[in-house]
């Protein structure tokens, strides 16, 4: 099998002020692939998304997209939209759903950037208009099966319970047709249940669909039965790299999450 | 003759500067603490300065000495106005603590046209004479040519304002609390500061010196209506947002630059277009730089 | 007083009368005493402080009960939605599904075409009732075209916009200018105007991309200000003050119309414009591009991560907003057939806004009935006429208060989806 590189960040830092949030943190990820970036709290697992996919712009290092076919694109500085539209997507840890649009609504946003029908057509509906708002309804609502959310399809999003809301922003994501998806913690908040039902569809997405899956999560027994490769972070940098079974006897890891006492304890 | 000319622009800018930056101070201090562009608060100034007239009218009338007029024409405005932006806040304001960002602001756009209207149909909608609260002092006659006593009065009286206010808000308990609320609202109130109190004292103060700003502009100009808070109100958010909104040493900064501004640009170019240059300004630093003269830029949080 | 009433605990009568002093209080040197300048009489108005410790009193007691049963309170808000006829036309064009705590009204075609095209023959039989009611509608229905082009911004996109009305002075001077100088006609300026609205929505949204929420708030009442100022300074071009006038009425193919054929005229354009604007705004409402701005209104941020440029986004809203506003001018113009500067000040543009927030952002049907109550009710109730901006200033605060949906809430398209992926 020949792998591709999907995403490859180099060095990549950020500064707040004299803040430094993430330093040096190197990362990549081949096709096909489930990362998962872990870390305690305040590690900068989350600005690292932000960096990568363009809401902050990074103060050093550099990003590459892969996969998409065309040679590696380097994303510093691009705006988010223009990189939701090259292939990534994501999710994110404090949901950002459209609340007062329908859950259908929701996922059809996501077909924003792969539709095309502007003013003009939304004025005078014309047949190709017409058949064009008729796929992203169907493929939406596709997604929303997929997602097992078909029934409140029509249901404002706000109505929806937590689980349910962090299933619809994978579905949304999923509806641009990402080659990489960046997960923020899908399962904070969920219990026992809904985490195994988001394991297999974690699952799902990347055998069905083909999706690389990136994601930032805490509860540790969906990461290791889940991720085929670990990145720990801590404070802003990386700091151990490995398979599931590698990370669990890191000391340094052990270290970062237990501290020190512990390790000599 | 050019540099006269110029003297004289310049002492108008700072006059004008000097009341602008007494109304900016109510705006940015609200919007440190409750994070609102109270749109209520040029009416706040109109009040008071009506408050003011009445007043005076009523104490001219039953026939007190001019010093006891000035004084307490001058206290009654700035109880009432005080009593004003307590009220707004409470009515208009708490309630929507906790509603989207838009919601306060278009019940503050609300309060300000209803007090607008309250006072044009309970009083008048036509421009009354303002008496002259402030004498010619006799000891500046001789400097009179230079700076006015009106003029001379608002200066001197903002400066002294400004060091009461950087007192209470750098020394006594309530400042703290302010500052504290300003930081952290959810924190201030786990530490048993009282931000109900806090909010309404930020309001009370605001208004007390809008309601100065009103008496010595109506002073001044010799005349208000019900609509004078509006253009005040919006020049005093320019100067505010103009020093970085939320910053005490910004608003005034920012007044005085805005007065200067208008002052330097009427003179030397055109004076149809005075409210155009504080607009054209206020756009520009929103465009330009939106933290303000001495604000933070902050980045937004995701 | 306080014994009729068991729903009213003694505590809360209490508080009520310590507001209803305050109030007295408060309002005293306004209310009470007016001074007459000019020989120093002083009239006091004793009644009016009753009447305010009353009112206060009795307002304070139902506001008290309002926010203690928020629910109920919403109900009773909500009463004026009970109206038979508000119900009605509400009824007939959706059908009500309660969810869980929101409400999803299904669209019913079949009904809603039926109760259109009522409402639009009772519009095209309106005139013959007589010139000054038909004269009163014609501006109603400009404020419903008002009302919805801001909806555009302020209601799916959730630009706040105060300084509208420059727009809507834009469209009117391009007419007045154009025929002035060059004989431009109306169908010709019409188009025109409505173009120079929507370049001038472009330029004034270029540079206020960044800025976001109360900001941008504050910086287009700043345009809206400087347009007017501009218009009356500018005397080469606008004629300053004194405005422009002896603007043409429409022609109709050339012939000659008299004054009440005028009226009537310009009316049927109004109501063929307006039509037209519901049918832009709702074609609008649930197409790619409307589902993009409502996405920017509901999380900006979110709606960049999803593919959606900002910048275009925004800048569509400001420019499809201003064209309504341009268009809604030159009829104006044509209508009044004189124009000047103090058609265009703030207060325009605030009402234009009550409209959007009274009859409930983002909705058509609300906006519509928004701009029929406020410019018709202070017309026939001419003792409401005085109080009109008071009563808008305090719907405001009310309105965003209890009900900030507005009168009719935001209203969702029901997407029907036969299994198995065919519709």
Redesign the interface.
């Known amino acids: 099998m020949t792998t591709e590189t999907i995403l490859d960040v180099k060095k990549l830092t950020m500064d707040?002020g004299g803040l430094r949030a993430l330093n040096h943190v190197d990362l990549t990820i081949q096709k096909g692939e489930i990362v998962a970036l872990i870390g305690p709290n305040g590690a900068g697992k989350?600005t690292f998304f932000?960096c990568v996919t363009g809401?902050?712009t990074p103060t050093g290092g550099e990003i590459f997209l892969g996969g998409t076919g065309k040679k590696p694109i380097r994303l510093n500085g691009i705006k988010p939209n223009r990189i939701a539209d090259l292939g990534m997507t994501r999710t994110?840890q404090n949901i950002r759903l459209f609340q007062n649009m329908t859950v259908l609504e929701n996922v059809m946003i996501g077909r924003h950037i792969r539709t095309q029908a502007g003013i003009f057509s939304a004025l005078t509906r014309l047949p190709s208009a017409r058949k064009e708002e008729k796929k992203t309804i169907d493929d939406a609502y596709n997604l929303l099966e997929k997602v097992d959310l078909a029934d409140w399809a029509n249901e404002f999003a706000k109505n929806l319970p937590y689980g349910d809301q962090r299933r619809l922003e994978i579905a949304r994501a999923m509806a641009t047709d990402p080659v990489l998806l960046l997960l923020d913690e899908p399962a904070a908040g969920m219990n026992p249940q809904e985490t195994q039902r988001l394991d297999a569809l974690i699952r799902k997405i990347r055998d069905e669909e083909g999706i690389t899956i990136l994601l930032i999560e805490h509860d540790m027994k969906l990461v290791m039965n889940l991720s085929e490769r670990i990145y720990v972070m801590d404070y802003g940098s990386g700091i151990a790299t490995g398979t599931p079974m590698d990370i669990k006897n890191n000391p340094a890891v052990i270290k970062a999450y237990l501290g020190e006492e512990v390790i000599d304890a | 003759m050019e540099l006269e000319y110029f003297f004289e622009l310049f002492l108008g800018g700072l006059v004008k500067g000097s009341i602008y930056a007494l109304i900016a101070l109510g705006y940015t201090m609200v919007y440190g603490v409750v994070e609102?562009?109270n749109f209520a608060h040029g009416e706040i100034y109109m009040?008071g300065a009506?408050?003011a007239?009445?007043?005076a009218?009523?104490l001219?009338?039953l026939g007190f000495p001019q010093l006891a007029i000035v004084v307490m024409a001058g206290l009654?405005a700035i109880i009432?106005a005080s009593?004003?932006g307590y009220?707004v806040e409470k009515?208009?304001y708490k309630?929507?603590r906790k509603?989207?960002?838009?919601?306060?602001?278009?019940?503050a756009?609300?309060?300000?046209?209803?007090?607008?209207?309250?006072?044009?149909?309970?009083?008048t909608d036509k421009f009354?004479?303002f008496?002259e609260l402030i004498p010619e002092f006799e000891f500046w006659e001789p400097y009179s040519h230079i700076i006015g006593s009106p003029s001379l009065m608002i200066l001197v009286s903002t400066v002294i304002i400004m060091m009461l206010l950087t007192y209470i808000i750098k020394y006594t308990t309530m400042g703290k609390a302010m500052r504290a609320t300003a930081q952290d609202r959810t924190m201030a109130m786990l530490v048993g500061i009282s931000v109900n109190k806090v909010i309404s004292f930020t309001f009370v103060i605001g208004s007390s010196l809008a309601a100065v700003g009103g008496v010595l502009v109506a002073s001044q100009m010799g005349q208000i209506n019900f609509y004078i808070g509006?253009m005040a109100g919006?020049k005093a958010?320019?100067a505010a947002?103009l020093g970085g909104i939320g910053s005490i040493p910004g608003a005034v900064l920012g007044g005085l630059v805005l007065g200067m501004t208008e002052s330097l640009a009427t003179g030397y170019i055109s004076s149809?277009?005075e409210?155009?240059f504080a607009?054209?300004l206020?756009?520009l630093i929103?465009?330009f730089r939106?933290a303000g003269l001495l604000g933070r830029n902050t980045?937004?949080k995701? | 007083m306080d014994t009729g009433i068991p729903m009213f605990k003694l505590s809360e009568i209490k508080k009520s009368l310590v507001v209803a002093l305050?109030?007295i209080?408060?309002?005293f040197?306004?209310?009470v005493?007016?001074?007459n300048?000019?020989e120093?009489?002083?009239a006091w108005r004793w009644r009016?402080m009753f009447m305010i410790g009353i009112c206060s009193f009795v307002i304070s007691l139902v506001w008290r009960y309002f926010?203690e049963n928020e629910a109920s309170g919403q109900r009773i808000l909500s009463l004026f939605t009970q109206i038979p006829l508000v119900k009605r036309l509400k009824g007939m064009s959706v059908s009500e599904r309660p969810t869980q705590d929101g409400v999803i009204r299904e669209s019913n075609p079949m009904i809603q075409r039926i109760f259109y095209t009522l409402l639009i023959v009772m519009a095209l039989l309106f005139p013959f009732v007589n010139d000054y009611q038909t004269t009163i509608l014609t501006t109603a229905l400009m404020y419903v075209i008002l009302g919805l082009g801001l909806n555009i911004a302020v209601g799916l996109a959730?630009l706040?916009h105060?300084g509208y009305v420059a727009f809507y002075a834009v469209g009117a001077y391009t007419y007045a200018i154009l025929n002035m100088h060059y004989g431009v006609g109306f169908w010709v300026a019409l188009p025109l105007g409505g173009l120079l609205a929507t370049l001038f929505g472009i330029a004034l949204g270029i540079?206020?991309l960044?800025?976001r929420?109360?900001?941008l708030?504050?910086?287009t009442?700043?345009?809206g200000?400087?347009t007017r100022?501009?218009l009356?300074?500018w005397d080469a071009l606008t004629q300053g003050p004194s405005g422009i006038a002896q603007i043409p009425k429409p022609g109709l193919f050339g012939m000659e119309l008299t004054t009440q054929q005028g009226i009537m005229y310009v009316y049927y354009l109004a109501v063929a414009l307006a039509i037209l604007t519901v049918f832009c705004t709702y074609r609008l409402q649930n197409s790619r591009i409307g589902r993009a701005l409502m996405a920017m209104r509901e999380d900006e941020?979110a709606s960049q991560a999803m593919g959606i440029n900002i910048a275009r986004t925004k800048l569509t809203a400001f420019a499809l907003s201003a064209s309504f506003a341009g268009m809604a001018g030159v009829l104006f113009a044509a209508k009044t057939g004189f124009i000047n500067p103090q058609s265009f000040t703030?207060?325009e543009s605030?009402i234009i806004?009550?409209i959007v927030?009274l009859g409930g952002m983002g909705s058509i049907l609300g906006v519509i009935i928004g701009a029929l109550i406020l410019i018709l009710l202070p017309e026939y109730l001419r003792e409401v006429g005085?109080?009109r901006?008071?009563l808008?200033?305090?719907?405001?605060?009310i309105m965003?208060?209890f009900r900030?949906q507005g009168i009719i809430s935001n209203v969702r398209k029901v997407y029907k989806i036969d299994q198995g992926g065919q519709k």
């Open positions: 707040f989350t932000n809401i902050y994110f | 609102l562009i009040l009506y408050t007239l009445i007043v009218s009523v001219t009338v009654a009432w009593a004003y009220t009515v208009a309630p929507l509603a989207p960002r838009l919601s306060p602001l278009i019940s756009i609300g309060m300000s046209i209803f007090l607008q209207n309250y006072v044009l149909l309970a009083q009354l004479p008496p509006f919006i958010f320019t947002v149809d277009y409210d155009v607009f054209a206020l756009v929103l465009i939106p980045t937004q995701v | 305050w109030f209080f408060l309002t040197p306004i209310m005493i007016k001074v300048t000019i120093n009489f002083i009016n926010q959730g706040l105060l540079p206020v960044r800025l929420g109360d900001y708030a504050i910086v009442l700043g345009f200000e400087i100022i501009t009356e300074n941020i703030f207060m605030a806004l009550s927030v005085n109080y901006m008071l808008f200033g305090a719907s405001m605060v965003m208060i900030p």
